[in-house]
């Protein structure tokens, strides 16, 4: 939090109460809730808070409870009427005509009642507590309910009872003999004192250090701490209304009675003073007031007979009218006054404002000036003087006037333009017409002794008057969009900051703290306190800076923003009188002092007024206050929507952020929105925190902790299943990975193997095809040169003849064939014997030509054979095949596998 924020907020919250408070007979708002709105009795007999800020009512139909606008009545067992309350411990014990018992939340929050005793020795009227011990007192007597032993006893009094109170850390109370006394430890009823000047006993009541009673109707007696006594007599006024009730409203002798038929009554008992009235004529739902009280704010809640009222009295923005839309106001030691759209109101040393009839119809503004007020009006202006209003002039409906100041000139600003005039202490006389039109506004320049003008849409104007005062002279001014006229000087706008007129130019303002103005919209200024204040209106926002301390300045807009719609566009007034800022509304006018004390003697809390739990088919509502300190939800629950709630007065501007802890990374930006609302929530531990500024103060926090169950498959159990599982995936994935890596290493393996044997294969092969071609050209020429030795008789011819023959029929060449041709094809051969196992060594030969794709002609080369035979061994051959005619004996063999 800045200095500048910490500075302001002791300003406004220390506990300060001062007999100016109402100097002037301020409008307190009053909100009236009929039984309509609450849905409960109309009777409310009792009130009280918690201090979670809520309020509950003893109604005829039971407790009902209020927070932050929400109603809820809750009956007793018996559905018994409660006729007093007590909020102790946040337990709101009750008593009614025939029970007696307290209200506690469950764990959703929601207040249920318990029973404690019957009643029948008359009603309960008043509850206290002390000692571990509830007191009830009836007409009769006094019930006494120990909470260690859980047993209630009954003192009864002849005469019967008027009232205890819990004062002086005694149960005091007053007998219908007019004894005050006490209840000691044994619960006797300990006499102090009797009051023998009086007859009869109203009502009586406890302050912070005096008891009240009052008396005869007409008396008011306090009694101090040191038993002194004082009595005040009280005005007719109050008497003839009859009290029912009181409270305390400050130590410095301010009372409020509650009536039987003039409903709220604010009184001054040292000083004899009735300070103000609520009842029906200003807002009360109706005037028999049956109990009241005092919140921490300083404003009143009152049960009614019929309904119930609130009572804001500590407002930051006060109102002192509200009869009709202000356009000015004049404030003297002894009167004021207030221009209207009805027309003149007056109120005399303060009090409550009349209506001059005289005065009736739009007034615009109301200017004192050289010793004469003047009051301009939609018939003229009026002139008010030693209490007497009277004409002045009635040519036209004037807007405002202006004079050159030690003169008798004046200009008017009129629904016929601007005019030139002079008045002789009786009259305003026209001079001339200026002819400008658009009703603009005027304002006297005392450095320059001259008047500026500026309609909306025109030129700005300066008038300045001739030396023999009987004439104007006009300078026309181009790039200003208004003017201000302050108390010291004018200050001109050109749309994006302020100037002043020095030598014939506009000159930049650089100077606190006119130079905190900056870019477009606006169309009010004033300042005030010696410069400390600056309040001014743009672009439709009202906003007042103040000077804390070393030049920084502190911005009011956030509590100036509730006024914001009510001013009046074209025409806002505000000025500062004693240092407060007067405000002229729609309605009527609004004070506002920046550095008013406030009877908050702390900054209050936000709370989490609900929670719903919403699950796919149904939602839980948890109240606020919360049982416990933590909100257990089940594991249904799917999404949660959270309410806020601050205890404020209705003019108060209040700023929420939150985080839900365990979901969101950051706080939310700040905003008046009072709901949230999260989706698709899993389970798990959550807390969820809560920041409200209020009127742009001091930043106060409110937590709630939320556990939402876990599924069943988020379980600690489940957990650890899913990760023995994941763990087991893992390793069969290992597993796995493993044998498919072997398995690949082992296929590329392969396939490195596939491709060395396919080209050795082929390098193979390609050798027995050229053995092959050698083989067959070598049997070729050898039967050739066989072929040719034959026809050459001789005993040598013979001879190589016969070795030609033995080489063409050596096995070995065949048999050097088969080896290699059995090398490359082991798995055919091994294949074609398993199949055909009586298959002869000449049969595999013949079988390894033809898979060579060998010709007859090349195989019968080979074998050193004929053709004829080739054919005779390939049929025998396909015999034992055992193919069958139509299968060809080459195609088997190439396509066998």
């Given at each position: ?6 500075l302001l907020?002791?300003c ?6 001062t007999?100016?408070?109402f100097s002037?007979?301020?409008?307190p ?9 609450y849905?409960?009795?109309?009777q409310n007999?009792?009130?009280?808070y918690?201090s979670y800020?809520?309020?509950?009512f003893?109604n005829?139909?039971?407790l009902?409870?209020?927070i932050y606008?929400?109603w809820?009545v ?8 409660v006729k007093?309350l007590?909020?102790y411990n ?6 009614g005509?025939?029970?007696l018992?307290?209200f ?10 318990n029973?404690?005793?019957n ?5 309960v009227w008043?509850i206290?507590?002390?000692?571990n ?11 006494i309910?120990n909470k260690?032993i859980?047993?209630t006893?009954?003192?009864?009094f ?9 004062f002086d850390n005694?149960i005091?109370?007053?007998d219908?003999?007019?004894r ?8 006797s ?6 009051l023998?000047?009086?007859?009869d ?10 008891y009240?009673?009052i008396?005869?109707k007409s008396k ?7 038993q ?6 009280l005005?007719?006024?109050?008497t003839?209304a009859?009290i ?9 002798g ?8 003039k ?5 001054d008992?040292?000083?004899g003073?009735?300070?103000n009235?609520?009842?029906?004529s200003?807002?009360?739902?109706d ?7 005092s919140?921490e704010?300083?404003?009143?809640w009152t ?7 609130y009572v804001?009295n500590?407002?930051i ?8 839309a ?7 030691d ?6 209207t ?7 005399d040393?303060?009090?409550k404002f009349?209506?001059?009839p005289?005065?009736?119809g739009?007034t615009w503004?109301?200017?004192e000036?050289?010793?004469?007020l003047f009051?301009?009006?939609n018939?003229g202006i009026f002139?008010y003087?030693n209490?007497v209003?009277?004409?002045?002039y009635?040519a036209?409906?004037?807007?405002r006037i ?10 008017l600003?009129?629904y ?8 002789d202490?009786v009259?305003f ?7 400008y039109?658009g009703n ?5 320049d005392a ?5 500026w003008a500026?309609?909306?849409e ?5 008038y300045t008057?001739?030396?023999n005062?009987?004439a104007?002279e ?9 003017f201000?006229?302050l ?9 994006n900051?302020l100037s002043?007129y020095?030598d014939g ?10 130079n905190?103005?900056s870019?477009?919209g606006?169309t009010r ?5 010696h ?6 209106i ?7 800076l103040m000077n804390?301390?070393d030049?920084?300045?502190?911005s009011?807009?956030k ?17 500062f009188?004693?240092?407060s800022?007067?405000i ?9 002092n920046?550095q008013a ?6 900054t209050p ?11 796919s ?5 948890y109240m ?5 300190t933590?909100l257990?939800?089940n594991a249904e ?32 930006s700040?905003?008046v ?11 798990g531990n959550?807390?969820m925190r809560?920041?409200?500024r ?5 930043v106060a926090e409110?937590?709630l ?7 069943w498959f988020?379980?600690k ?5 899913y990760?023995?599982v ?8 290992y597993?796995?990975y493993?044998?498919s ?5 082992k296929?590329?393996q392969?396939e490195?193997?596939?491709i060395?044997d396919?080209e ?6 390609e050798?027995?095809l050229?053995y092959t071609?050698?083989l ?9 040169l066989?072929?040719?030795l034959i026809?050459v008789k ?5 001879l ?15 048999l050097?064939?088969h080896e ?10 091994s294949?074609m ?12 030969r013949?079988?390894?030509l ?5 010709g ?20 025998r ?5 055992e193919l069958s ?5 080459d ?7």
């Amino acid at each position: 939090m800045t200095t500048i924020n910490k500075l302001l907020w002791a300003c406004l919250t220390i506990l300060i109460v001062t007999t100016t408070v109402f100097s002037f007979p301020f409008l307190p708002k009053v909100t009236s809730y009929s039984k309509l709105d609450y849905k409960a009795g109309r009777q409310n007999w009792a009130i009280g808070y918690d201090s979670y800020g809520s309020v509950y009512f003893g109604n005829n139909e039971g407790l009902l409870h209020h927070i932050y606008n929400s109603w809820e009545v809750i009956p007793t067992s018996k559905n018994d009427n409660v006729k007093s309350l007590l909020v102790y411990n946040d337990t709101i014990w009750t008593g009614g005509s025939i029970q007696l018992g307290y209200f506690a939340a469950n764990g959703f929050g929601n207040i249920e009642y318990n029973h404690v005793a019957n009643i029948v020795k008359g009603q309960v009227w008043k509850i206290e507590t002390r000692d571990n011990k509830i007191y009830a007192q009836t007409e009769a007597g006094v019930y006494i309910y120990n909470k260690t032993i859980k047993e209630t006893s009954f003192i009864e009094f002849p005469k019967g009872l008027y009232n205890i109170i819990d004062f002086d850390n005694k149960i005091i109370g007053i007998d219908r003999l007019n004894r005050i006394g006490f209840f000691n430890e044994n619960d006797s009823f300990v006499i102090k004192d009797t009051l023998n000047s009086i007859t009869d006993i109203h009502t009586s009541f406890k302050g912070a250090n005096h008891y009240y009673i009052i008396a005869d109707k007409s008396k008011l007696i306090t009694l101090d701490r040191q038993q002194k006594k004082s009595e005040y007599n009280l005005p007719k006024e109050i008497t003839d209304a009859t009290i029912f009730k009181g409270i305390e409203y400050s130590q410095e002798g301010q009372v409020v009675f509650g009536t039987i038929s003039k409903g709220l009554i604010f009184y001054d008992y040292k000083r004899g003073l009735i300070l103000n009235q609520v009842n029906t004529s200003n807002g009360l739902i109706d005037n028999t007031t049956l109990c009241l009280k005092s919140d921490e704010i300083g404003n009143i809640w009152t049960g009614l007979d019929y309904g119930i009222g609130y009572v804001e009295n500590q407002q930051i923005v006060k109102s002192i009218f509200n009869g009709g839309a202000t356009y000015d106001f004049l404030v003297k030691d002894n009167f004021t006054l207030l221009a209207t759209n009805k027309g003149v109101f007056k109120s005399d040393n303060r009090n409550k404002f009349q209506f001059i009839p005289k005065l009736s119809g739009q007034t615009w503004s109301i200017e004192e000036i050289n010793n004469h007020l003047f009051i301009n009006h939609n018939n003229g202006i009026f002139s008010y003087e030693n209490g007497v209003f009277k004409e002045v002039y009635t040519a036209a409906g004037v807007l405002r006037i202006v004079n050159f100041k030690g003169t008798n000139k004046y200009i008017l600003s009129t629904y016929i333009g601007l005019l030139f005039a002079e008045f002789d202490g009786v009259e305003f006389k026209e001079i001339g017409n200026l002819y400008y039109w658009g009703n603009p506004k005027i304002g006297y320049d005392a450095k320059e002794k001259a008047i500026w003008a500026k309609s909306k849409e025109g030129s700005l104007k300066k008038y300045t008057l001739t030396a023999n005062e009987k004439a104007i002279e006009t300078e026309d001014y181009q790039g200003q969009d208004d003017f201000f006229t302050l108390k010291n000087k004018v200050v001109f706008y050109n749309g994006n900051y302020l100037s002043e007129y020095i030598d014939g130019s506009f000159i930049q303002i650089n100077t606190p703290p006119l130079n905190k103005i900056s870019g477009g919209g606006l169309t009010r200024l004033v300042v005030g306190n010696h410069d400390q204040y600056l309040a001014f209106i743009q672009n439709g926002k009202l906003d007042l800076l103040m000077n804390i301390h070393d030049g920084n300045y502190y911005s009011f807009n956030k509590v100036l923003s509730a006024i914001d719609t009510n001013l009046l566009e074209g025409d806002e007034c505000f000025k500062f009188i004693d240092n407060s800022l007067w405000i002229a509304t729609d309605r009527g006018v609004e004070i506002f002092n920046p550095q008013a004390k406030s009877k908050r003697v702390k900054t209050p809390k936000p709370f989490i007024t609900n929670v719903k739990a919403i699950t796919s088919d149904t939602t839980i509502n948890y109240m606020y206050p919360f049982k416990n300190t933590k909100l257990v939800l089940n594991a249904e629950v799917n999404d949660l929507n959270f309410n806020f709630g601050i205890l404020k007065s209705s003019r108060d501007f209040v700023e929420f952020s939150y985080k839900l802890e365990g979901y969101d990374t950051d706080w939310s930006s700040w905003s008046v929105n009072e709901v949230k609302e999260y989706t698709q929530i899993k389970g798990g531990n959550y807390k969820m925190r809560l920041r409200s500024r209020l009127n742009g103060g001091v930043v106060a926090e409110y937590s709630l902790l939320l556990s939402i169950e876990l599924e069943w498959f988020e379980t600690k159990w489940m957990i650890i299943l899913y990760l023995f599982v994941i763990l087991f995936l893992v390793f069969l994935f290992y597993l796995f990975y493993k044998y498919s890596t072997a398995k690949k290493l082992k296929k590329l393996q392969l396939e490195q193997q596939l491709i060395l044997d396919e080209e050795k294969i082929s390098f193979k092969n390609e050798q027995l095809l050229k053995y092959t071609e050698l083989l067959t050209q070598k049997n070729q020429l050898l039967r050739e040169l066989k072929d040719d030795l034959i026809g050459v008789k001789h005993r040598v011819t013979d001879l190589w003849i016969k070795k030609i023959d033995k080489e063409m029929n050596t096995e070995k060449k065949s048999l050097i064939f088969h080896e290699l041709f059995k090398d490359l094809h082991k798995d055919f051969i091994s294949k074609m014997e398993a199949k055909h196992p009586t298959l002869t060594q000449n049969d595999i030969r013949l079988i390894s030509l033809i898979k060579f794709n060998l010709g007859n002609h090349e195989i019968a080369n080979l074998m050193n054979i004929t053709q004829k035979s080739v054919i005779v061994n390939r049929y025998r051959l396909k015999k034992k095949l055992e193919l069958s005619n139509d299968m060809d004996l080459d195609h088997y063999i190439k396509e066998f596998e």
